[in-house]
């Protein structure tokens, strides 16, 4: 004799499926919007309030107390800037007294770039080219 089959699904004894982590790097959907001002500028401070950065369409500008940085008009340069073809250059200069936007450890879009904050340092990526650079008080990597 056979067993007769039930005629309603047994309770289900899984747990849901948890939500997707807000916090994985790379898919943009991930990333935390940073609103231009109206002149198409985004200003961020990084978590440890020592790189303060203005970022355009065309390119990301930092200022720092770099560790090893090259001498310009014999004094050490405290600002680098990426464009978005990956062209480089080191400068003396200001950004003054900026509305920084200060970030936490997160990834963020703002203007066309990726920006990927960790305690190592901050990561600039433009979206369209692949191009940019990673910066911190000892190191600065352009690609």
């Known amino acids: 004799m056979r067993t007769p089959r039930p005629t309603t699904a047994p309770p289900s004894t ?49 200022e720092a107390e770099f560790t090893n940085s090259p001498l310009k008009g014999g004094e050490h340069a405290n600002g680098v800037s990426v464009s978005s073809d990956g062209t480089v250059q080191w400068v003396l200069g200001n950004l003054g007294d900026i509305p920084v936007v200060t970030i936490d450890y997160l990834t963020y879009q703002a203007e066309g770039w990726k920006i990927d904050a960790d305690v190592e340092g901050t990561r600039f990526t433009n979206d369209r080219t692949g191009h940019g650079m990673f910066v911190s008080i000892d190191n600065v990597e352009t690609f």
Request: aromatic share 4%; hydrophobic share 20%.
């Open 14 to 62: 899984s747990t849901p499926a948890a939500p997707p982590s807000s916090s994985t790097p790379g898919k943009p959907g991930d990333a935390i919007a940073l609103p231009p001002d109206e002149n198409g500028y985004v200003f961020i401070e990084t978590k440890s309030g020592r790189t303060r950065c203005q970022i355009s369409t065309r390119q990301v500008d930092c």
